[in-house]
Nanobody, 122 residues
Framework: QVQLVESGGGLVQTGDSLRLSCAAS????????MGWFRQGPGKEREFVAA????????SYADSVKGRFTISRDNAKNTVYLQMISLKPEDTAVYYC???????????????WGQGTQVTVSS
């Protein structure tokens, strides 16, 4: 019903910036809460950031607070993750996801994209 495609990943150096995009199709995302998750090598998938459908609420993992900014453009059916001051520990495949209920755990039952690779070299 909803297809999500992440893009914008790449190979960068420590301290660089990158903006990830999540483009949705098949259904408007205007009434979905949207989130970003990541999975590093040999690690479990972890929550990164989320934004409510209205854009009025945001949530961030402690590890990215002050460095990452989640935003959405409902007119473009797209969610963004602006990342600055990147660190090697940010290296991961980044995924976007939907939820109909606010809260990190609820994204598990939503729609997910295929992910985009972010690699931060030291």
């Amino acid at each position: 019903q909803v297809q999500l495609v992440e893009s914008g990943g790449g190979l960068v150096q420590t301290g660089d910036s990158l903006r990830l995009s999540c483009a949705a199709s098949g259904r408007t995302i205007i009434r979905y809460h949207m989130g970003w998750f990541r999975q590093g090598p040999g690690k479990e998938r972890e929550f990164v950031a989320a934004v409510s459908w209205s854009g009025g609420s945001v949530s961030y993992a402690d590890s990215v607070k002050g460095r990452f900014t989640i935003s959405r453009d409902n007119a473009k059916n797209t969610v963004y993750l602006q990342m600055i001051s990147l660190k090697p520990e940010d290296t991961a495949v980044y995924y976007c996801a939907t939820s109909t209920t606010w809260g990190k755990v609820h994204f598990k039952s939503g729609y997910w994209g295929q992910g985009t690779q972010v690699t931060v070299s030291s």
